[in-house]
Structures are given as structure tokens and as C-alpha cells.
């Protein structure tokens, strides 16, 4: 069945342009100007907040989604370069994607929330990189998440997830 294509209008919609794309699964029409940032579209338009707003230069990875499976600061997206492509935010990985679900679970369990603030983008980054890679190793899991940076403690909680994900301890017991 053809999924309902959601219309929704920015206050500046009379100067703007007309973007289409998946959100999360849902087919999403949006009319706005031009200078709008992929960042604002989700957070602002769309109202999915999971996607956090920190140093908006592409350096934090507060902000990270997935754009057709991999990994992106939409703070460095614009709107019109989304057109036709598939976003996955938070929000829609938590609610459809088991691995996803379990990642969290190891955030909790390790205490690698830690200010919470950066986890969604660290959660999306990690996602979007077990999608390419099904068994990475703990220095495979360090790079892919070098986009995301941590100001309030330190990375051992975060380094602990990383861990028990690389041993593939996870999968063994049929948590993903
Ligand atoms: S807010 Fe986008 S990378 Fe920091
Ligand atoms: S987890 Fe957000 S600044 Fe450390």
C-alpha cells in the first residue's frame, strides 16, 4: 500500500521550494525556503526533537541522522539536498529497529548516558555503521563514532557499550 504523503508547511512557505522525502518510513512533502537546514526541517517542522541542536559547525554529532542509511550532521544538510533520499531519525530507529533498542539498553546498562544530551547522535552513528558492518571491532566502533563528541565526563561508560558490542556477546544471546 502506497504510504499517506504528509503535507506540512513552513511559516515562510510563500518564498519557498517544495522538498520530498521518508521520514522515519512516512513520505513527507514540505515547502520551504531554500536556506532551510535539514536540522530545523526535522526538529522544527516535523516536530522530532530526538535530534539534538549543539555546535551547528559539524563538529559534536548532536545532530545526526541517517540519510539513506548512513550517518549525517543535519546541521551541514541543507533541505534541498534531501530531496528524494530516505532519513531515519531517532525516533524511527527506536521504534522499528531491535538493534537499535539494544544499543540503548547498553547505554543504560554501562551508565554511558552520561548527560543524554549527545546519545541519540551517538546511538545513529553506531546504527548507521553496524548496517555496513555487522561485526566491527572495538577500533572499528572508536572511528565510527570519531563524529560524536563527549564535553561533559569521559568516554568510559560509552567505551564499555563498545565493547560488548565488538565481543558480539549481543547477538549470541538473540538480543538483536
Ligand atoms: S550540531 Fe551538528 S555536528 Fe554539532
Ligand atoms: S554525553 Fe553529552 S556531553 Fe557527554
Redesign the pocket.
Known sequence: MKPVTKTLHHKEEDQGMTVQFTLNGEEVEQKLPPERRVVDLIRSDCGLTGTKVSCEVGRCGACMVLVDGRPMNSCLLMAYQIDGRRIDTIEGLSEKDSQVNHIQQLFLEEGAL??G???PGMIVSLSGYLKKKSDPSHEDLKDALSGNL????GYGGIHRVLEQIADGSWKKEGKT
Open positions: 552520561q548527560c544530551y549527545c546519545t563527549c564535553r561533559c565526563t
